[in-house]
């Protein structure tokens, strides 16, 4: 068993098992259905259906049960809390691809290279700060370094049942374009990964 993430109340789906954790439920699938990240998602979202509270573990994250338990039972309260704060909350994603200039090589021109690193992370500051200034007409967000070196991601906080009017307006909002981008595209409603830490200590 792989555990996915922790629950206070409700059912758990099908696929899963629920173990009491100090108070909690810790949903746990088994390793065929939750061996890689991508299939984690995909309980993680079944979860959040069925269950009326969850809280995910990351999807990349490895954790074994004993781990989880003994993780569980240290911060039982501070646990609960997050539960509350996030289950009902969902995680729009936006992500951008730069346009920046072509770095030219750095043993062509060194001095050259320098100002084009310069000016590519001046202009990815601003990008972050647009995407910001739009998003924060809408909640709560956060920023979160880029899964590519061109590229800039900014996570939204919304309650669930705002998702997708939320989700309609903020792409409507970034229809419109901007010089600073090539590429914008929005993906979720995902649960709240971006909002949440897994901390082993």
Known sequence: MIPIGLARAGP???????????????????????GDARSRVRLHLAAMRDC?????????????????????????NALAEEIDR???????????????PLLPDAAASGAG????????SAHQARLRTVLMQIMSLLGEVRCIPGRLQD????????PAAE???????????????????SACTVTGPW???????????
């Open 163 to 181: 998702t997708h009017p939320v989700l309609h307006e903020l792409r409507e909002r970034l229809r419109v374009g901007d010089a600073l981008w």
């Open 86 to 100: 996030f289950s009902r909350q969902r995680q729009l994603t936006v992500s951008a691809r730069l346009i920046a």
């Open 52 to 76: 009326e509270t969850f809280l995910p573990f990351p999807p990349a994250a490895t954790i074994a049960v004993d781990e989880a338990i003994a993780w569980c039972g240290r911060r039982t």
């Open 12 to 34: 758990v789906p099908a696929t899963c098992c629920a173990l009491s954790c100090a108070g909690l439920h810790l949903v746990c699938a088994p390793h065929d259905m939750a």
């Open 113 to 120: 290279w320098l100002r084009a690193r310069r000016d590519a």
């Open 191 to 201: 649960p709240p990964y971006a909002f949440i830490s897994w901390e082993t200590a």
């Open 151 to 158: 590229e800039v991601q900014v996570n939204l906080l919304v």
